[in-house]
């Protein structure tokens, strides 16, 4: 097993829990948060887009890290998620009358607030630094064996499961597109949102009631070079000066950065995948990790709705 990110947690997890008694080994040379899904700001919707039209798959999907974000919180005894919803300020007068109609047509999925946003009622806030670290920790209670390094393809071992992030590049060069994203962290006394928001940016709540994650940046180019905090935040602040005009003033605590991984693949969704021989893959969850890790990793594991990927003139295999 490869990688401590959302996708190998949950594959971990759910090795152990369909197949207790087998020896599960999870590789990762990094730090726990140093991944993307450590930058993650923690937003978890079933929606996505300007048109906050239905993800493919979100019920299931969203049944399934739900349970999962339950687990680790019974086993942490801290809650690590809000089931409070997201509101979503219309951005023009366009998007707010696709509002309206969403909540005369949907009221079971939308509501409307006294501030006339969109409140998308099944939205949950989930505080990543603490989801990571409580799965983590509930892995090794279940007997995971954690080994701080790369992982080993070695032919030996019955399966080999890679959820790598945009480590995927280096198995299976050119099937996948990268954005860097970096979200900042500011410390804002008191709190000024309840509830997290979606505007053209967002504002996503911590644990800590006194922060939040400002986010985010979609940045396609020089990604082999470091990411550059300062544009990022200049970035930032435009972009949720509407929604959070007080930033102007403020200084971000931390920014984190990360990577995420698309399919190519029209549908965008997160790719399962057997390369042949006792190696697997879970990749491409973009920037919805969150409402798909846990579905897929539980697929993947069950070996439900798996691609058989045609190597081609892959190096890995
Ligand atoms: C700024 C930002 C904000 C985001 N906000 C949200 C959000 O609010 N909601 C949401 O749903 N999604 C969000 N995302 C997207 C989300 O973070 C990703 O979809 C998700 O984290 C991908 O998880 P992953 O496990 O596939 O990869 P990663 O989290 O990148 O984990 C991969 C892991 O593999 C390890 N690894 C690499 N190579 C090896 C190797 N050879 N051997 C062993 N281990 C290895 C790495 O060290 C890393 O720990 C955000 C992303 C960014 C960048």
């Known amino acids: 097993m490869a990688g401590r990110g959302f996708a190998g947690l949950a594959i971990a997890y759910y090795l152990k829990t369909f197949f207790p008694t087998s020896k599960v080994v999870l590789f990762d040379p990094n730090p726990l948060k140093e991944s993307a899904s450590g930058a993650a700001s923690g937003l978890l919707e079933p929606i996505g887009g300007r048109l906050a039209a ?9 049944a399934e890290t739900l349970e999962l974000l339950k687990a680790v919180s ?15 300020p219309p ?5 707010r009358q696709l509002f309206e109609k969403k909540v005369l047509d949907h009221p079971e999925y939308f509501g409307w607030t006294d501030e006339k946003e969109l409140l998308v009622k099944e939205g949950v806030n989930v505080f990543s630094s603490d989801y990571l670290e409580g799965l983590f920790s509930l892995l090794l209670k279940l007997g995971v064996e954690f080994i701080p390094e790369k992982v080993v393809l070695d032919p030996d071992v019955k399966k080999i499961f890679l959820a790598v992030g945009d480590q995927i590049e280096t198995f ?3 099937r996948f597109r990268f954005t860097r994203g970096q979200a900042m962290q500011v410390r804002q006394k008191p709190t000024l949102f309840r509830l997290p ?6 504002v996503a709540l911590d644990s800590d009631p006194e922060v939040v994650h400002v986010g985010s940046t979609y ?12 544009l990022a935040i200049k970035e930032l602040k ?3 000066k509407e929604i959070f005009p007080e930033l102007e003033g403020l200084l971000p605590e931390t920014v984190k950065a990360g990577t995420r991984v698309y399919s190519k693949d029209e ?18 969850l973009g920037s919805k990790g969150l409402l798909y890790h846990a579905l897929y990793a539980k697929e993947l594991v069950l070996e439900e709705n798996i691609k058989l990927f045609i190597v081609g003139n892959s190096k890995t295999m």
């Open 267 to 284: 549908s965008r969704l997160p790719q399962a995948l057997f390369l042949g021989g006792n190696c697997y893959a879970l990749t491409g």
């Open 238 to 240: 435009e972009r949720n």
């Open 172 to 174: 299976l060069p050119g």
């Open 91 to 95: 951005i023009d007068e366009k998007q």
């Open 74 to 88: 019974r086993d942490s005894k801290k809650e690590v998620y809000k089931a409070c919803g997201v509101i979503h």
């Open 219 to 230: 940045e396609r180019l020089n990604l082999h070079l470091p990411p550059n905090e300062m």
């Open 197 to 202: 928001k979606v505007h053209k940016g967002y």
């Open 54 to 62: 239905r993800s493919l798959r979100a019920t299931e999907a969203m």
